[in-house]
Structures are given as structure tokens and as C-alpha cells.
């Protein structure tokens, strides 16, 4: 088993910045990408970015410029830095993850959500 803790979400002003970071624990033999989503209240859950083990980044045009995805593999964590913060940011954000086991099966892992909010 393999468990994602979420941490950095909060209240924060528009313009401000967050730093989420979510670490990964448990039995790992080696992960694949690691990535956030969120989800506002009303909304679908919608990709935010991820990162793969080679470092290569998938993420969305309209954040580009504002959230950026890093990742420590030496500390099983995947960091999102998010400047100039919107009231339209406002979501759950959900780390994830895709391991693989000893057998190369794929199992995906989904942290509980870290609420961040955003006044105007």
C-alpha cells in the first residue's frame, strides 16, 4: 500500500503564492508520474499538471506561467509552486500518482485534497 499526504493548501489573498507538496509512503518499488488535480465546487475534477520520473511535464496551457510542477524523487515528493493566485483557483487540490509494483502493474494513488482558496 501507498499512501499520499498533501500539505501548503489554505486562504490566501488573490495575487499571492502556495507552495503544495504531497509525499509518498508506504511499500514503493518505483514511481511513474506524479501529478495534482483539483476540483472546485460544482466543477469536474480537471488535471492540473504532472510530472513524469524523467522529469518531462504535462500541463494545462491556461496555467502555464502561473503553476509550476517540480518533483524530488530522492524524497518521493511532487511539489506545486503557484504564483498570482485567482479566485478562480479555488479547489480541492488532489496529489496523485502512479507506482508500479515489483510485477510492472500500474496502481494509481490519490491523496485526500488539500483545500486552497482564494479571496478577491
Known amino acids: 500500500q501507498v499512501q499520499l499526504v498533501e500539505s501548503g493548501g489554505g486562504l490566501v489573498q488573490a495575487g499571492a503564492s502556495l507552495r503544495l507538496s504531497c509525499t509518498a509512503s508506504?511499500?514503493?518499488?518505483?514511481?511513474?508520474?506524479m501529478g495534482w488535480y483539483r476540483q472546485a465546487p460544482g466543477n469536474q475534477r480537471e488535471l492540473v499538471a504532472s510530472?513524469?520520473?524523467?522529469?518531462?511535464?504535462d500541463d494545462v496551457d491556461s496555467l502555464k506561467g502561473r503553476f509550476i510542477i517540480s518533483r524530488d524523487n530522492a524524497k518521493n515528493t511532487v511539489y506545486l509552486q503557484m504564483n498570482n493566485l485567482k479566485p478562480e483557483d479555488t479547489a480541492v487540490y488532489y496529489c496523485?500518482?502512479?507506482?508500479?509494483?515489483?510485477?510492472?502493474?500500474?496502481?494509481?494513488?490519490w491523496g485526500q485534497g488539500t483545500q486552497v482558496t482564494v479571496s478577491s
Open positions: 508506504g511499500t514503493i518499488f518505483r514511481i511513474d508520474a
Open positions: 510530472i513524469n520520473s524523467d522529469g518531462s511535464i
Open positions: 496523485f500518482g502512479y507506482f508500479l509494483d515489483h510485477t510492472h502493474r500500474v496502481h494509481d494513488y
